[in-house]
């Protein structure tokens, strides 16, 4: 095939603005909508073009929200459960993938049925535990519990398994090196790519999650999607209000998506190479 028959031709970019519009619509809808009055939201049709009440509404978000100190429990509770999720995954990811061990497949098995398991059936039993240990309302309630992923496990097993080969671990372990250094010189150099994408998907659900951290937490320690709920109160909700703190928490998440992205796409690119 010539390379003149793989260029993209006018159909494919029309369909790539498309498909571009229509993602970055909602978030540009939430600059829109973050930017004017409840009123102006209101009206049909609505205003497609930003106002002039952002920072009115920004500072009225911090007033009714203590959305500061949201924030900061967000990023620990984020960050926590991403490292320990990405950590944890690579390190099982490659005992299933690699290592030689009784009960291997068994335990590979009952690690992905337990993604089976509607976690809201676990609500009850984990908060009676955490309040056992008296952690209710403090962060490691909701970050202990969310430290490994089934997801994760069989994520980087099947990465590893496909892009680690054996004769690379045969010749460190002729060379003398231990599994520990194997892991840490050979394994997580070739899963970063993987790791870079499972780290990304970890932190969007762990700071988007609303379920548990609403259950756990309480309006002192809350984190960004509980202290969303305190905001536009009143008997009319003040929508522009919402879509002001909605767009204050979105912030990191696109921040860790361009620190992350370049991983992401190499990590696409050498699946699609190796396929």
């Known amino acids: 095939m010539t390379a003149r028959a793989l260029r993209p031709g006018r159909l ?3 369909v790539l603005i498309l498909a571009v519009l229509v993602s970055a619509f909602p978030l540009y809808w939430t600059v829109v909508a973050a930017s004017r009055s ?10 497609l073009v930003p106002g002039p ?3 009115h509404n920004l500072r009225q978000v911090l007033e009714e929200a203590d959305i500061g100190k949201a924030l900061v429990n967000s990023l620990i509770v984020s960050g926590s459960i991403t490292v320990g999720t990405v950590l944890c995954s690579t390190l099982a990811g490659f005992a299933f993938a690699k ?8 335990l590979l098995s009952v690690t992905v049925a337990t993604m089976m ?3 809201q059936l676990g609500v009850i039993p984990l908060f009676m535990l955490i309040a056992q240990l008296h952690w209710v309302n403090q962060l490691q309630a909701v970050v202990l519990p969310g430290l490994v992923s089934a997801f994760g496990v069989f994520f980087m097993r099947q990465f590893l398994a496909q892009s680690l080969p054996d004769e690379l671990i045969e010749a460190a372990r002729i060379d003398g090196a231990s599994t520990r250094r194997i892991f840490w010189s050979i394994v997580v150099p070739v899963a970063r790519p993987a790791m870079a994408v499972l780290g990304l998907l970890t932190f969007m659900t762990a700071w988007n999650d609303f379920f548990w951290p609403v259950v756990a937490l309480s309006s002192q320690e809350p984190t960004v999607q509980v202290a969303l709920r305190q905001l536009g109160g009143g008997y009319v909700h003040d929508q522009s209000v919402i879509m002001a703190g909605t767009l204050l928490g979105t912030l990191p998440v696109l921040l860790v998506f361009g620190l992350l992205g370049r991983q992401i796409v190499g ?5 699609a190479v190796k396929g």
């Open 12 to 14: 494919a970019y029309a």
């Open 53 to 55: 009440n952002l920072l």
């Open 99 to 106: 290592l030689r061990f009784r009960g291997r497949g068994l």
């Open 267 to 271: 990590g696409i690119m050498q699946g």
């Open 38 to 47: 409840n009123a102006d939201l209101a009206r049909v049709p609505p205003s």
């Open 117 to 119: 398991i509607p976690p």
